[in-house]
């Protein structure tokens, strides 16, 4: 998961990438969230800013068994993505779940832990 041209990205190693339509690179708080069903069916990567669906897109997760790579918040590798070395900014309690959220429950979750008196 990182950031390009302002919005978030996930990647799938050499499967491909999908994204949000919404801009976050702004200078404020915002939460952010991916969910990925293993499922290869529909849209199975949903990409969520500030509470609500902001893009999704199908990668074939189970294609290749990326389970030995380490999982990368910020970039992915050196020369990827092209002009970017990585993440600018802070991080807050990063999470991790054995299976997709529901939309609800990512709501649910930036309402909860949204900042008081600023943010998104």
Not at 48 to 59: E, K, N, P, R
Not at 72 to 84: H, K, S
Not at 85 to 92: E, K, N, T, Y
């Amino acid at each position: 998961m990182f950031v390009q041209n302002g919005r978030l990205r996930f990647d799938v190693g050499w499967v491909g990438a999908t994204g949000a339509d919404a801009p976050v690179a702004d200078g404020k708080w915002h939460h952010v969230a991916v969910a990925v069903s293993a499922l290869n069916e529909g849209n199975n990567i949903r990409c969520f800013v500030d509470g609500h669906l902001s893009g999704s897109g199908h990668l074939n997760v189970a294609q290749h068994n990326e389970s030995p790579l380490p999982v990368r918040i910020g970039f992915c590798n050196e020369d990827f993505p092209v002009g970017q070395s990585g993440f600018v900014g802070d991080l807050d309690e990063v999470r991790g779940y054995s299976y997709a959220l529901k939309a609800a429950e990512i709501e649910q979750l930036f309402h909860a832990h949204r900042p008081a008196g600023g943010g998104a």
